[in-house]
Every structure is written in C-alpha cells, then in structure tokens.
C-alpha cells in the first residue's frame, strides 16, 4: 500500500526476485494534450483512438474515470502556442494539419474542474507558459482551478519553444533561449508572492455576525518591481488548498536544469536508455542540494516512456507494425522540424544524417544512433527518423509482453533511479487500456505499484511529497504569510 508520501517508502521485492533489496513504489503519469494528434501523427484515424472527440467534456471525463480507477498518480496535459510550421516551410502548416500533429489544439485547463468533479485521487498536470502568460492572471487561474479541483492540481512549467509561438504573440522571433529562463526566475518569485504571501493564513474568516468574509488588514499588496515584472497586488483569488500547485517542470539545458533544480517538484527527462539517463538525474539532484540548499529526494525524477504491450512479445510487435501503418510520414517530419527548427525538406530521402554536414542534425541523429536498442548499423535517412517518431515522437519505447515491459522498467529504476515514467499514448484510450490491463497488473506483483491510495482526495503535492504545502526547503516556502505574522518575513528582510 502507498502512504500519502507515496514514493519514499518502499515496499520489498516479493520472494523469488532477486534479492531482499527494497524497491520503490513507482509514479505513473497519463500523458497528452488536447487535440487529435500528440506524439504519434496519423494515429488519429486508428480504431482505438477517439481523440477526434478531444472537444467534448466527456471524452476527458471518461479518460480521468478510466485513470482514477487505475491508480494512476496524474494525467500530464502538454500544450503549445503555435502550430508546427518549419517543415516545408517557412510558416507553412500544411504538412500538421492532416496528420491532426498537435493542430487544432484546445486549451488545457477548461476541463480539469469537469474531469475533478468525477475523480477522487487523480491529479491535473496542466502546462502553461512562463513567456507568454502575466504572472497575475496565470496566478488568478491556478488558483481558481485548485480550488474547484480540491488541490489535485500541477502546473507544468515551460518557457515555450516554437517561433509561430512568438509570431502570433507579438514578437519577431522567439526571445533568446537563457533569458528565457531569467524571466521565468523573476516570474516565479511573482507568483510565490501572490500564493504565498498576499493573504495571511487566517485571512479568511467568514464571520456572519461581523459581516466579514475576510480581515482587510490581513490582504497585503505585494508590491514587487523587478527587471521584467512590476505587479502591486494583491492576490485576486484566497488561498487555495495548495496555495503554490505542484510544479512540473522539463528542461534538458543548462538553463532549465538550474531552474528545475531550483523550483520543480517533479521533472520529466527523456532518454533512450537508462545509463545515460543517470547523469542527468545524478547531476539534477546534485545541483539541487548544493546550490540550492534542497533535499535531493523532494524533486521526483520522471520519465518519458513509450509502451505497446500484449500477451507475448510476438503480439507486441505485430501489434507495433499494425499501429506503424496509421502513421503520417508528413506529420512526423513537421513535429521534428518544430522540436529541433530543421526542415528536413531541403534534403535527400536517401541522405544519412549520421554523416550530413550540418552539426545539429547530426548531434540529434548520432544520439538516436548510439542509444536507441536494435538501431545498430541501420541508416538514419527520412524514413528511419519518420519510422522512429510516429509512434511516440522522442521518447524512449518498450515493446513486448507484460513481463518483459516491466522487466525494463524495473532495469530503469534500477539503473537511472528515476521515480517514475511519464506514459504517453500512441491510441487513446488504446494505449492506457493496454497499460491498465497488462502492465500494472505485473507492476503490482511485483510491488512497484500502489494498489490503492493511502488517503482519498489528497492534494497533488501531498501525492507527490506528502505535504499539501511546499516543503520547508523550497524556494518558494519562504514567501509564506503566517497566521502570527503582521508582514510575511520575506517582506520584514526585504525592508530592513
């Protein structure tokens, strides 16, 4: 059984596995978005998928049913502002739109109050932009959210990476990648104030006989001018349960692993094996605790990982050729040309880009090359990197049985120390049916997986961490405006 904390404790490997080493109980995150295609392009047209209803409340509804009754830890709502339209391009989307890759695309946070109402434990991972969005209103939202979802809510942290993004928000080009990052820095102690630090823990009191909802003197401006953000405050929204939500966060960069190790809760890595994976987690944790003074094991490490799982292994890749052929081959090379800003339109379909003279492509193509199982020797031409992308884009997949799916995500545990895996779906429902059915079976014998929830209704971080509130190590936590308090302390050091 999971205790609140989740993931600390651990349970032992059942007899007869290995030895008596203690294993932990893993996260599993439902990843999508809200459109007909995510990572797989064409897939929408298969029989198991029904994301051409991504409109309607109750494909998500049934989704978040079909999770919540699985255990799941959260469904992971990825999203973008702006279509994929280097390929072929400039700014042409005509090779996206077919293949439904991540176009059209709805927002993400509507329907995470309609999914909560009919859930009990599943928690609401929701990306939103630290470029694009005012801290103020994205504050206001989040907490609006939190509390009409009872504290099952996340956000994912992103500073957003497509120049279509920025042509329709108003700029030119993107801005520069790093100053990005400093942005969402300053954006976060923005945020913290207004979650934190602009109502007072017993703010709200609502006194009939006084005909008072809230003390005014216990409701403070925040007053914070900085070099990209002057926002006064107050806060519009009370405290929410959470106050600050969880905070997803992904970023391979330099810039975006110091900020994950600063201020993330929970981060997503992707990887095609797990030994070099560990560096990256070895090297998150690291910086987490010596610069910024955080206990290693508050920041939970996930995952990407594709899976298509049957009864046996034979089944699986018959299943993996069936699935391949929805694929469209266009949407495949629009999403690259998105995620890396390289049409590879401009080159032959017969070109090896081990070997092209262009050092992006390159460096992308030679990491595939060396990491992903089975690849070695094979020519990395169009089709190669169409073949590999169309069923589940970049991450890295598992093809096979229940056993042997789980046998290599216990070898990832074991190897890359990861905390859990970030699951996408290839066909949805399809892919998380397949999941539910085959693989956390198999997880559960094994003890790897929660078989019920310690506590009903416990709030993100709470699943996450154990606490409702961010820990006492976070950077945030020191924004906090307690009951005993006249100011927040941050605000008394700030002044003297």
């Known amino acids: 059984m999971a205790t609140a904390k989740g993931y600390e404790d651990l349970s032992k490997v059942p007899d007869g596995i290995g030895s008596k080493k203690e294993k932990k109980e893993l996260i599993l995150n439902a990843f999508v978005i809200t459109s007909p295609g995510h990572l797989a392009p064409g897939l929408w047209t298969h029989p198991r998928n029904q994301t051409t209803e991504y409109k309607k409340l109750k494909f998500w509804t049934d989704l978040a049913q079909r999770l919540d009754k699985a255990n799941f830890h959260a469904l992971f709502i990825a999203d973008v502002l702006g279509g994929y339209d280097v390929y072929r391009g400039p700014a042409n989307m005509g090779p996206a739109i077919p293949s439904g890759a991540q176009f059209p695309i709805n927002d993400p946070l509507y329907a995470v109050p309609a999914m909560a109402a009919v859930t009990r434990n599943l928690v609401f991972g929701i990306t939103a932009s630290t470029t694009y969005d005012l801290p103020y209103s994205l504050a206001r939202r989040f907490s609006t959210v939190d509390h009409l979802a009872d504290g ?183 999403l690259f040309g998105g995620w890396t800003g390289i049409d590879l339109s401009t080159y032959s379909d ?97 003890g790897l997986f929660r078989t019920e929830v310690e506590k009903e209704g416990a709030t993100a971080r709470e699943a996450y961490l154990g606490s409702s509130w961010l820990l006492e190590d976070h950077p945030g936590r020191k924004f906090r405006w307690h009951a005993e308090e006249e100011v927040p302390r941050y605000a008394e050091d700030s002044s003297a």
């Open 152 to 334: 099952r809510v996340a956000w994912n942290i992103v500073t957003s990476y497509l120049d279509s993004a920025a042509r329709n928000l108003g700029l030119n080009t993107q801005v520069e990648h790093d100053e990005r990052y400093r942005i969402a820095d300053e954006y976060m102690d923005v945020v913290y104030k207004l979650w934190e630090g602009s109502w007072r823990d017993d703010a709200v009191v609502q006194d009939i006989k006084k005909h008072q909802y809230a003390v005014p003197e216990r409701v403070r401006q925040i007053h914070h001018k900085g070099k990209y953000f002057n926002v006064p405050g107050p806060h519009l929204c009370e405290p929410s349960p959470q106050r600050t939500p969880l905070l997803f966060q992904a970023g391979a960069s330099k810039s975006g692993r110091e900020f994950g190790a600063k201020h993330a809760e929970a981060i997503f890595i992707g990887g095609q094996v797990p030994e070099k994976v560990r560096p990256s987690v070895d090297a998150i944790r690291e910086l987490a605790k010596e610069k910024y003074g955080r206990d290693p094991r508050h920041i939970k490490l996930i995952a990407g990982m594709n899976i298509i799982v049957a009864e046996t292994d034979e089944a699986a890749h018959a299943k993996r050729d069936e699935l391949l052929s929805y694929g469209d081959k266009e949407g495949a090379l629009a």
């Open 350 to 446: 017969d070109e090896d880009f081990r070997f092209t003279g262009l050092p992006a492509i390159q460096s992308i193509v030679n990491g595939w090359a060396s990491t992903v199982p089975g690849s070695d020797n094979l020519k990395w031409n169009k089709s190669r990197i169409v073949e590999y992308l169309i069923l589940g884009g970049m991450h890295a997949k598992i093809v096979g049985s229940p056993i042997t799916v789980v046998d290599e995500l216990e070898r990832w545990v074991e190897v890359a120390d990861v905390d859990g895996f970030n699951l996408p779906h290839i066909t949805n429902p399809g892919s998380f049916e397949d999941i539910i059915d085959f693989v956390i079976p198999e997880l559960q014998k094994r």
